[in-house]
């Protein structure tokens, strides 16, 4: 029987295997945040569909690192000059145009290191954008199914895949199809890529600031805005990066 005791038990495993599997990925790519943040660099975090709910466990959250900018699909409107009726097609990140706005409206810097989510890394807009951040001379770190990649085609121009692209990979853990449990007519239910991104994403988060730690360096790293002094201690620290932090309710 499908069961919300049944989901935990299924999802602790996984959370305990990505732990120990990924240990090694998450010190380089730590390494690779570290360095660019502490030369005045920014962590550019870009996930589409549900991915996005990666970029937004690294970004602008109380515990979080303050160089950080969210990259994502509703910037086409927000912040670039597309209407706003292109959001509703669904097939939009499989378009490797749109890639090449979102590029150019982060207009990354020197230092800069990204951070690209997909579950399953085949879409065009997520293998283009790795493209372009590899051309930038930036490094790439991939957050995708390891599982779930190897198993489907590469839908970019190119036949490459995210992780192909890759500095560092991060395997999520999930497996093919994103969902844990099976059901008994086929199928499955219960995705667990959100969950295990969000564990990587704090791992991450732990490990740049030991790494802030070890230099002697106090790490730029939010306060809550619902505590007393927050907005003031955040505040201060973004105006070190003026214009390169987008923040939008």
Do not use: W
Not at 147 to 163: D, I, K, N, W
């Amino acid at each position: 029987m499908i069961s919300a005791q049944r989901y935990a038990d299924a999802v602790r495993p996984v959370l305990d295997r990505l732990v120990d599997s990924q240990a090694v990925a998450v010190d380089r790519a730590a390494d690779l945040i570290a360095s660019g943040l502490r030369a005045g660099g920014v962590l550019q975090a870009f996930g589409a569909g549900h991915s996005e709910a990666f970029a937004a466990e690294l970004v602008a959250r109380a515990g979080g690192l303050v160089p950080t900018n969210r990259l994502s699909l509703h910037d086409l409107v927000l912040h670039g000059d597309a209407p706003r009726d292109v959001l509703a097609d669904p097939k939009l990140e499989r378009d490797p145009a749109v890639a090449h706005q979102l590029y150019a409206l982060a207009a990354p810097q020197p230092g800069d290191v990204f951070v690209v989510a997909s579950q399953s890394g085949i879409n065009g807009s997520v293998v283009e954008l790795a493209t372009l951040v590899k051309r930038g001379g930036h490094p790439l770190i991939a957050v995708t199914s390891v599982e779930h990649t190897a198993r489907v085609a590469p839908r970019h121009p190119s036949g490459h895949r995210l992780a192909d692209l890759a500095d560092v990979v991060l395997d999520n853990g999930a497996p093919y199809g994103d969902a844990l449990l099976p059901l008994e007519g086929g199928g499955a239910v219960c995705a667990v890529s959100s969950v295990t991104a969000a564990l990587l994403a704090q791992l991450l988060t732990a490990e740049v600031v030991r790494r802030f730690h070890q230099a002697g360096e106090v790490p730029p790293v939010y306060l809550s805005a619902n505590v007393p002094g927050g907005d003031e201690h955040n505040l201060a620290l973004e105006s070190r990066y003026a214009g390169r932090l987008r923040r939008t309710a």
